[in-house]
């Protein structure tokens, strides 16, 4: 087998094993790796005191690890492989195989599927669905607790009063509203907070209210509302869907960290289609991304949405570099059909976001201190972005009318980029030293 790393990919028997396998491999845990040319060997640190002998025959046909993951071939395998991809030449010749070795190969493992059975998987969501509406139950009576006391009791809360309640979401399975709690002593610190905290605290109570009744409602927004709280289809199972061909163009980034955990939000637009879908990826610590996206670029191919009420995220199922320019992305020319856009979207789902839109023939005009952008009915729409990219958008959208792409909050649209004739330029991350060198031709 002549291994690379799509061949990798195609080997492992799921996602989340080959990123734990990345993960190893990054955090440099392999000692002792050799290899004869038919087989490959070495041992792998783990927590604690644990190493794990790991072999695998470089035609694929045979493994062995001593772990007790019950996905085979396991993490420690393929991240031997990795090794063998990425640092070759570090790994020693040998002209005999270890005693363990010559024994692996004679009994070797054999490779576990990691599809699970639907009625086993059905179970474990039944169950974890009984703990989260415990913790709904919780959720509901410190929200009453918190209104009950007033906002501008919360000021001189320290952060046990927060990271409490967020432990308590944790033990019952809402880890997606605990992260959300741990917001809001950051959210506390910005201007006019009590307005946007009264915001978010009314979204939870909605979600409580919504989950009580959970099996009454459409399928749709069942799922929504389980990922509201945590519950996330593996990759596997979405890959499952329909797909959507079209020509995507790449027309948002943005990278942050929540946890420790660093993500990228990737947002893409189809030529034909009009619709936008948002790729998710995340690393932990040093661990770098899966691909890496060009602002501007455009891809040739199919994508999966995730299923719910408003799809957007999505993951790409069979895409290639699209080398020809673009003939056109839906545009949406007004604020007004905008604002009347995203209250179709939130009737479907409640819980949106962030809701993605093309703003076209607009101009950036300084106002009171702050950016604004005026359509071309002289309506005002409000502008989230940090003071560098403010210039960046002034300057561009200063002298002439362009189309922004960005998120409606409800209240304002975080740019994410801006595009006039012939660029797409970002309005996250580091501001650039030139503007030649943030641009990327359509």
């Known amino acids: ?24 491999f990054y955090g440099r845990k392999w000692e002792s790796v050799a290899s004869d040319g038919d087989a490959l060997w070495g041992i792998c640190k783990s927590t604690g005191e644990l ?11 045979a493994f062995h690890c001593t772990c007790k993951n019950r996905y085979r071939p396991c993490q420690h ?6 090794f063998f991809l990425r640092k070759n030449d570090q790994i020693t010749p040998a002209d005999e195989r270890p ?25 474990r969501l039944n169950k974890r669905i009984v703990e989260m509406k415990a913790g709904v139950e919780e959720l509901d009576q410190w929200l009453r607790d918190v209104i ?18 967020a432990a308590r979401m944790v033990d019952a399975k809402l880890g997606s509203v605990a992260r959300r709690i741990r917001s809001f002593p950051k959210l506390m610190a910005e201007e006019q907070w009590h307005g946007k905290l009264l915001g978010a605290l009314s979204e939870l109570y909605l979600f409580v209210q919504s989950f009580r009744q959970l099996e009454g409602l459409p399928e749709s927004l069942q799922v929504e509302l389980l990922s509201y709280g945590g519950v996330n289809l593996k990759k596997e199972e979405v890959l499952e869907g329909p797909a959507v061909s079209d020509r995507w163009l790449v027309i948002g980034l943005v990278e942050g960290e929540e946890e420790k955990l660093r993500y990228r939000r990737t947002w893409l637009v189809g030529e034909q289609t009009g619709r936008f879908a948002l790729v998710l990826d995340f690393a932990w610590g040093n661990e770098r991304f899966e691909g890496h996206w060009v602002l501007g670029s455009a891809l040739q191919g199919e994508l999966v949405y995730y299923p719910g009420a408003y799809p957007l995220r999505a993951l790409l199922k069979r895409v290639q570099p699209y080398r020809q320019p ?20 939130l009737a479907q789902n409640p819980w949106l976001s962030g809701f ?14 702050k950016v604004v952008l005026l359509d071309a009915r002289g309506m005002e729409i409000p502008v989230q972005a940090e003071e560098a990219h403010e210039w960046v958008l002034l300057a561009v959208g200063g002298r002439q009318e362009v189309t922004v792409f960005g ?10 980029s801006v595009l006039d004739s012939s660029r797409v330029i970002q309005l996250q991350g580091p501001p650039p030293s030139a503007f030649g060198e943030a641009d990327e031709m359509l």
């Open 1 to 24: 087998m002549s291994w690379t790393y799509a061949t990798l990919q195609a080997y492992a028997p799921n996602t989340l094993v080959l990123n734990r396998a990345r993960a190893l």
């Open 51 to 61: 190493t794990y002998p790991v072999m695998v025959t470089l035609d694929g046909k």
């Open 77 to 82: 395998v393929l991240s031997l492989l990795l």
């Open 99 to 123: 005693g363990w070795v010559r024994d692996a190969v004679r009994q070797p493992e054999a490779r576990k599927s990691a599809v699970v059975d639907t009625g086993e998987r059905e179970a």
């Open 148 to 165: 009950r006391q007033g906002l501008s009791g919360l000021e001189g809360a320290g952060p046990d009063f927060w990271e409490r309640i």
């Open 326 to 345: 673009m003939d056109g992305v839906p545009i949406t020319e007004h604020g007004q059909e905008m604002l009347e856009a995203y209250a179709q979207a």
């Open 356 to 369: 993605p839109v093309l703003l076209g023939q607009v101009r950036a005009v300084w106002q009171s201190g």
């Open 407 to 416: 998120e409606w909050t409800g209240a304002s649209l975080r740019a994410l």
